[in-house]
């Protein structure tokens, strides 16, 4: 594998754990108000968020030192897609079809960056 396909491969591994992080996170707050600070690290939930969050981060720097930033940055946009359909999917959100316009035009310039 190329050092180009590596990065490209650990850069969606990025994407989809910031994703999955955010889903976690959300599951672990979902219908609750008024907790402390401290209490939010009670949830499982929150805990599983920041292990994907740390994932992610790791990811992220290893495919900083690979690729250029002005290319990998613009790519991480593909998380809001991924939640989307997640938030749909898990949590029963309705999504407009104005919102996934807006993410088909995320996907289409994504795509359009991605082949520079």
């Known amino acids: 594998m190329t050092v180009k396909k590596a ?3 650990v850069l969606l591994l990025t994407v989809v754990s ?9 599951a672990a707050h979902s ?4 907790e402390s600070f401290l209490s939010l690290f009670t949830h499982y939930q929150t805990w599983l968020g920041l292990i994907f969050y740390g994932l992610s981060a790791v990811c992220w ?7 250029q930033l002005s290319f990998a940055y613009p790519i991480l946009a593909l998380s809001y897609p991924i939640v989307v359909a997640l938030s749909a999917w898990v949590f029963s959100e309705i999504v407009t079809p104005l ?7 995320i996907v289409v310039g994504v795509s359009m960056l991605s082949r520079t």
Do not use: D, E
């Open 31 to 34: 219908g609750i108000s008024g």
């Open 18 to 26: 910031n994703a999955i992080g955010q889903v976690f996170f959300k």
């Open 99 to 105: 919102h996934w316009l807006g993410v088909i035009v």
């Open 7 to 9: 990065a490209m491969a």
């Open 61 to 67: 720097l290893w495919v900083l030192s690979r690729a």
